[in-house]
């Protein structure tokens, strides 16, 4: 394993893109997944150890009138007590309430979450159902440039993403949900948190007269990334939400999800258990 030969804990952003431009830092927030990773050798840390926890910016929830912007230091904690997200994006609370333990919740970061690029990462599906991007930040040309991309085109394969070794994700962004908007999230573990999600679904749509609009489904934990179930949305896009439109949203979910078998459960299992769940949360909108 590669020593770790500096630590860095800058509290400006430029400072730590400054830091990150040669690609030769690991980045520390709340070290919850890297402990573990570093630990079992799945990881070796790089030359520079660089701590993010301070960086002014990184951290808070913004609810502006037409958007939402979460700093990519924001702790999962502090997800799950806000109460403007409580309101307008309960998905996302429901998400966090089920993450892990109190004291992983108060340490990982959705950032983190999100670069850990875990299949059975928990606050991905909701954010996918939300519509969000991530913005990318790095020290190009003498001066701090970022970049947005929309969190679906962010994995590549577990544990990879497109952000490049010298880029920070700084924050994650998404537009206010409408009014009518509704959203719904579920997970299955051995246990109701604490555990990594065998299966984990989100769903978010407009619902008016009865009908679906804008749907977004999530999977997780159903195949190599996070994944948006096309197959399933299309099915439910426009429809009346009804027995009909149920069934075949749940017979179009086997074409989304592609899992495999592993040591927390069967691809049999995890097949059955998305359309259960996509059943589920339907009926659950339905009976709203």
Same mark, same amino acid.
């Given at each position: 394993m590669q020593e770790i030969s500096s630590y860095l804990a800058p509290r400006r952003l430029d400072q730590a893109l400054q830091a990150m431009a040669d690609g030769a830092a690991t980045v520390l927030c709340g070290g919850t997944d890297l402990a573990l990773q570093t630990e079992s050798g799945a990881r070796h840390y790089k030359a520079k150890l660089l701590n993010i926890r301070r960086i002014d910016g990184l951290t808070g929830i913004e609810v502006k009138a037409d958007q939402v912007r979460i700093g990519a230091a924001t702790t999962v904690s502090d997800i799950r007590g806000n109460p403007e997200l409580a309101t307008i994006a309960p998905v996302l609370v429901e998400a966090a309430e089920h993450f892990a333990s109190e004291q992983i919740r108060n340490a990982a970061s959705l950032g983190g979450n999100i670069c850990n690029a875990s299949p059975a990462g928990d606050m991905i599906p909701p954010l996918l159902v939300l519509g969000a991007s991530v913005e990318l930040a790095c020290w190009r040309d003498g001066a701090v440039q970022t970049r947005l991309m929309p969190l679906e085109g962010f994995f590549v394969s577990p544990g990879k993403t497109v952000k490049l070794a010298e880029e920070l994700l700084t924050a994650v962004v998404f537009d206010r949900p409408a009014a009518d908007f509704v959203a719904r999230f579920k997970k299955s573990g051995p246990r109701p948190a604490l555990e990594i999600s065998t299966?984990?679904? +989100?769903?978010? +749509?407009?619902?008016?007269?009865?009908?679906?609009?804008?749907?977004?489904? $999530?999977?997780?934990?159903?195949?190599?990334?996070?994944?948006?179930?096309?197959?399933?949305?299309?099915?439910?896009?426009?429809?009346?939400?009804? +027995? $009909?439109?149920?069934?075949?949203?749940? $017979?179009?979910? +086997?074409?989304?999800?592609?899992?495999?078998?592993?040591?927390?459960?069967? $691809?049999w299992y995890r097949g059955h258990l998305v359309r259960v769940f996509v059943e589920e949360v339907l009926n659950d909108v339905r009976g709203n």
């Open positions: 299966v984990s679904l +989100a769903l978010g +749509a407009r619902l008016s007269n009865g009908k679906l609009s804008e749907v977004r489904v $999530a999977m997780g934990s159903v195949a190599p990334t996070p994944l948006r179930a096309r197959h399933v949305e299309a099915v439910l896009e426009g429809k009346a939400l009804d +027995a $009909a439109s149920i069934a075949a949203a749940v $017979a179009s979910a +086997a074409e989304d999800a592609k899992p495999i078998d592993d040591v927390r459960a069967s $691809a």
